[in-house]
């Protein structure tokens, strides 16, 4: 059994000159001089670090824990490049925006990690490899090979694996030198492996941090080593966006045997157990929690009891022990670029294509969309109580790309096709009753029930990718064709060629038409959205 991960893929690399345009003026920074560790100091472990040869080199210690040389300085948006060798059997990585601060697990590094997987034994773990055809790869066939993914290290495990991109996994020269390029810029860090793209992560929960170079833990008493040199930055500026306050419990969990959802609901936490993250509408059991300290949350139900300790999730049924780790899923089609056809709605920088909705008449614009919060990093945000905001173009057939956010409070937003036809936003991660996240949401006729819940938990980017086709009528003003309604959420479908027949609510006030406005919805509660265009047939 294994579940299915999804990805961004290769063709989601693209320039980010919009938000940052001065990173072609900004000239290239030495970060090691070739001589001396001057702005670099230790933190963590007991593996040594010195210079040779005008190479920072890090050489292991048996049982020592991991051990980090990190930058003095701190970086939030920046390109970083370096070239590393390192020896087989001993796992390193690149930290970046990383911190390491006593009130967190005692002053343990933490942050985003660029991997350094140099092992060559088979692997036969999960998730599972997959080649580029979409076939799976037989468990020990071949290395796991994940140079250059990225991993949240002493938080929430990996981020992005390298399983779906085995350009990426083959890149990596054993025991040679490696050139790893890191660009990180507002939500976005890309990686490439000997200019082979690698990871393309969409994550806010770090804006600025230290560079770290790691010397993973071993048991091992044979001394390795790992080698870096030509280590230079492009440092393009603090990152305004501040330091988001994720709940590192909430999300999926996984073990070979067993899965669950971690939610909260009522202001209480809860688990459902799952045979697969797919079949997430008919648990095995639910379980509450029951007991919450500083240390450990027990939970109990349907004759199961569970216990989170350590950043793992222990569950026990009839004497029967199962130990889930965390793991991070991404949509499909997350931070897709859009094609050269595209109407970009917007990039990141400004809501010049949209205005601020006129109350009660949902196909008038009453000035600009001040009433939307610009945030720094690529977003925008619903002002509770500040209203709509609509396109100021009309469109009648096309297909939708949107990147939305919830932010841990109960949400009800949307995004209103033609101002009409209602695809809703709302939290339905892990929830079992009531229509779910991406529901058609004033359709009373044909009902649409039994659709997946494919919400991603909160703080997570999501994606709606929607085709739509407007209704036609006839020259007298008689509707001849229904509307068309594909949508999928986070590259899951939802509905194919759906054909509302009678509408409710905003539709059936405005009355169907052939074209009009995009609307994002203000409905009393704060959520985000990046990365908006359009594409029209």
Known sequence: MYIKILVSVLILFCNH????????????????????LNGWRQINGKAKFFVENGMIVGESVPNSPNSFLC????F?????ELDFKVDEGLNSGIQIRSKSILEYQNGRVHGYQVEIDPSQSPYSGYP?????????????????????GIYDEGRRGWLFDLTHNEKARLAFKPNQWNNIRIEAIGDVIKTWINDIPAANLVDGMTPNGFIGLQVHAT??????????????????????????????????????NLCAQLYVKDENYFINI?????????????LKCFYNSKDSLLFEGNGWKGKIFNSRLQLINSNK???????????????????????????????????????KDWLTIEGAATNWKLI?????????????????????DFKLHAEFRLLGKPTNGGIYLLSRYEVNIKDSYGQLSGEPCAALGNIAEPPIKNIPNAALPPFQWQTLDIEFKAPRFDANGNKIQNARITTYLNGIKLYENIEPVKLKGAATRLGEAESGPIMLQEHGTEYQFRNIWIVEY
């Open 128 to 148: 599972p490899n997959f080649k580029d055809n979409g076939q799976m790869v037989s468990p020990g066939a071949e290395p796991r090979c994940w140079t250059g």
């Open 219 to 256: 048991e091992e008493h044979k001394p390795m080593r790992v080698y870096f040199k030509n280590i230079r930055i492009k440092d393009l500026g603090y990152n305004d966006s501040p330091e988001e306050n994720y709940n590192l419990l909430l999300g999926d969990w996984y073990s070979r």
């Open 376 to 396: 720094p990093g690529g977003k925008i945000e619903a002002v509770p109580g500040n209203g709509s905001i609509i396109t100021k173009k009309n469109f009648k």
């Open 274 to 286: 799952l045979n697969t993250l797919e079949d997430n509408l008919n648990p095995i059991a639910v």
């Open 71 to 74: 930058t003095e300085k701190s």
């Open 17 to 36: 000159s919009l938000i940052f345009p001065q990173s072609k003026d900004v000239k290239w920074e030495n970060l090691f001089d070739g001589k001396t």
């Open 321 to 359: 022990k199962y130990e889930l780790r965390h793991i991070v899923r991404h949509s499909s089609t997350l931070n897709a670029q859009p094609p050269n056809n595209a109407i970009i709605l917007f990039d990141g920088v400004n809501l010049d294509s949209w205005g601020k909705q006129k109350p």
């Open 76 to 80: 939030g948006n920046f390109i970083l």
